[in-house]
């Protein structure tokens, strides 16, 4: 195919993953609703276990992977993966986040004195540099190599320019992820 709609870039955005986001979002809308305190808290660990297992999976096997992999073939595993995550990795740390603060909210976390209420801020902390990474450095870089690479001539060593800062974020994404799960052991076992 030639012309403007061969060069124009496929979209990354799946009517179906906008549709799953979608359900997943209306879900953690009735769990905070609901007067279920069960459903709230799976709700936010279910959210948070594939958020985090993703995120290290992702960039603890996937990432050096691909950095391995010829030109081409990592070509071909950004383009089926970017929209497969796209929305993904967004809705889960929304979901993930809202729910959390409800939970606090309602098992009175938030009100907690100090030194208790510490193992809460590390949380919002940890949280906050998670979604801020997240939201405002992945998504955006994400996009812009899955744009690249869906050119008929895809710069490489653009690609690799904004993949060097994607790994520092991503380890540093990890790293994160890993003290969550620590200040969340901490509240399941009680401050």
Not at 93 to 118: K, M, N, V
């Amino acid at each position: 195919m030639s012309g403007p709609a061969a060069a124009r870039p496929a979209s990354p955005l799946r009517p179906r993953y906008v549709v799953m986001a979608a359900a997943a979002l209306a879900v953690m809308v009735i769990a905070i609703l609901s007067p279920s305190l069960w459903l709230l808290n799976w709700v936010h660990v279910m959210s948070g276990t594939l958020w985090t297992g993703i995120d290290l999976f992702l960039g603890f096997v996937i990432g050096p992977v691909l950095r391995r992999l010829p030109f081409e073939a990592r070509r071909a595993v950004i383009g089926a993966l970017v929209p497969r995550t796209l929305l993904l990795m967004p809705t889960l740390a929304i979901i993930t986040g809202t729910a959390g603060w409800f939970l606090a909210q309602r098992l009175g976390y938030l009100d907690l004195g100090y030194p208790e209420f510490y193992w809460v801020a590390a949380a919002l902390v940890i949280l906050t540099v998670l979604t801020v990474q997240g939201l405002g450095i992945l998504l955006p870089t994400n996009l812009r190599v899955y744009l690249e690479l869906q050119k008929p001539q895809p710069d490489p060593e653009r690609v690799g320019r904004l993949m060097r800062w994607y790994i520092y974020v991503v380890a540093v994404q990890g790293l994160m992820q890993i003290a969550m799960i620590v200040v969340m052991a901490r509240f399941a076992t009680g401050l």
